[in-house]
């Protein structure tokens, strides 16, 4: 039988990577986005990268006839859940609003495959579920304790996705704990495009190094790490969208739910990615000293076993290959927007 996947949020960063992995390992996919943080032109990338033009479904995934629609129309045989709202920030100041499209929205999508007989689902999680007390390198059984709205919604889904496993040994269901996605597909025709003023470390740099910012702010120089800034697990993202291939593989032999780190397994400090960036753009970052973030975990890294055993899935790319793939696409990305 065809290997049909569903990519929900398959416009997004992580879900374009994605689509494209699952296109190059011969499946049909179909993207279902509402295009709320992403544009139609992702199509085009997909395609050019891949010579398909993955199906399109314009589609809100609260809205449960239109799902049941995009069901009924292709024969889906697995869902990758991408789709969802990711800032913490927002998330902060507007909770409702995260718990809603985040959990309503995987409701709506877990019906809707029951509905349609389609029992293995891969999701989206985070490691930001991790409690801070816990002791790096985090793994899966380490303790969870979300501290924000954004990571409470992927722990309640965690909690559903169990639930269902339990109530029903049909399900198979993979849950994939990224550490921090960072990079671009190496052609540079597929990548990360933050609205706004980014949040996160990686396209904050990046915006500064094409002079769109003027300095990267440092949130914190006296934390109790080598060079005093936070250490993170940051991960290619073409490294992460193997991992959901894995996940589908596995997956097809195994019942239950099953939680995967998707991780490096090593810690780069902030200003050791800085001197990363410096070197591939070939020019000094301007950087400023800030007060420390509220909420920051001084280090962050996985324990990678667990997906290297039972998926035999590793990160191959180095940091340097992240900074230098995605310098590559903000360079066609700010080109193009000229
Ligand atoms: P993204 O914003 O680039 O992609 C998410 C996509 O989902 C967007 O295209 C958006 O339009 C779509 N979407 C949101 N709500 C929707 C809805 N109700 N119906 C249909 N489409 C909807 O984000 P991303 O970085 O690709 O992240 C993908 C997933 O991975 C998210 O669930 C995020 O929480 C999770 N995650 C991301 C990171 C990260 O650093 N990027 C880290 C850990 C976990
Ligand atoms: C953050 C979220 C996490 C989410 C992840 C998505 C918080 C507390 N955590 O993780 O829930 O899953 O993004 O990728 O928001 N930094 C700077 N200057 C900047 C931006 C960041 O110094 O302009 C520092 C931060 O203080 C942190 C490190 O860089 O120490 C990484 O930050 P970021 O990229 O935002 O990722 P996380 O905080 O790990």
């Known amino acids: ?92 100041t507007n909770p409702s609003k995260y718990y809603e499209n985040n959990i309503g929205s995987t409701i709506t999508l877990v019906k809707a495959m029951q509905t349609a007989g389609v029992s293995t689902l891969v999701f989206s999680s985070s490691a930001t579920v991790y409690s801070s007390s816990s002791k790096p390198p985090f793994d899966e059984n380490a303790k969870t304790f979300p501290t924000n709205p954004y990571g409470m919604s992927k722990y309640i889904i965690e909690q559903i996705m169990a639930d269902m496993a339990l109530a029903d040994s049909k399900w198979r269901l993979g849950i994939l704990r990224y550490f921090n996605p960072v990079g671009a597909h190496p052609s540079g025709k597929i990548g990360e495009s933050p609205s706004g003023v980014p949040n996160n470390l990686m396209p904050y740099l990046m915006q500064v190094a094409i002079g769109k910012l003027e300095k990267l702010p440092i949130y914190g120089d006296d934390y109790e790490t080598p060079d005093g800034t936070c250490i993170r697990d940051y991960v290619h993202v073409v490294d992460l969208a193997r991992g959901h291939l894995a996940a589908l593989e596995f997956l097809e032999n195994k019942n239950g739910v099953h939680f995967w780190n998707l991780g490096t397994g090593k810690g780069t400090s902030v200003l050791e990615l800085v001197k990363e960036v410096e070197k591939v753009i070939e020019k000094p970052i301007p950087i400023e000293m800030k007060q420390r973030r509220k909420g920051d975990i001084p280090i962050v890294f996985a324990d990678v076993a667990k997906a290297s055993s039972q998926l035999s899935w590793q990160a191959k790319y180095s940091i340097e290959k992240m900074c230098a793939d995605h310098w590559k696409w903000q360079k066609h990305y700010s080109d193009s927007r000229q």
Request: net charge negative.
């Open 1 to 92: 039988m065809e290997k049909f996947a569903l990519v929900t949020g398959g416009m997004g960063y992580i879900g374009s990577h994605t689509s494209v992995a699952l296109i190059e390992a011969g499946y049909q996919v179909v993207v279902l986005d509402n295009l709320d943080n992403s544009s139609e032109k992702v199509l085009t990338g997909i395609e050019s990268i891949t010579g398909q033009t993955p199906h399109f479904a314009h589609t809100d995934l609260r809205d449960v006839d239109a799902v049941l629609e995009v069901f009924n129309e292709y024969p889906i045989t697995s869902v990758i859940h991408t789709a969802g709202l990711k800032s913490v920030e927002e998330s902060v």
